[in-house]
């Protein structure tokens, strides 16, 4: 079973960056759609972005469009997200996701890392 792993979360003020890292040994994200959700306190989970596996088609939700960026590494065999412009409203746990399966739905997952926006 293949657990992802997320790096890179931390405190940061209001208008600080961050970039956050997933990946797992062994794991190669280049052949699979990728995705980064996050979920608030009291929210549900919502996906803010993802990526095709070829790289061709890239979502992101209004809310983070302009300030975030997926980026895969196909050398590093590593997925990252980087943040800019951070919001308040950006606080969250943030999670990277690989292999869609279905609307929404992806197989392999990691566990999370905590992003906290300070004003």
């Known amino acids: 079973q293949v657990q992802l792993v997320e790096s890179g979360g931390g405190l940061v003020q209001a208008g600080g960056s961050l970039r956050l890292a997933c990946a797992a040994p062994?794991?190669?994200?280049?052949?699979?759609?990728t995705g980064w959700f996050r979920q608030a306190p009291g929210k549900d989970r919502e996906l803010i972005t993802s990526?095709?596996?070829?790289?061709?088609?890239?979502y992101y939700v209004n809310s983070v469009k302009g300030r975030f960026t997926i980026v895969r590494d196909n050398a590093n065999n590593t997925l990252y997200l980087e943040m800019n412009s951070l919001k308040p409203e950006d606080t969250a746990v943030y999670s990277c996701?690989?292999?869609?399966?279905?609307?929404?739905?992806?197989?392999?997952w990691g566990l999370g890392t905590q992003v906290t926006v300070s004003s």
């Open positions: 062994g794991f190669t994200f280049r052949t699979f759609h």
């Open positions: 996701a690989a292999d869609l399966v279905g609307p929404g739905r992806f197989k392999y």
């Open positions: 990526m095709s596996w070829d790289g061709g088609h890239v």
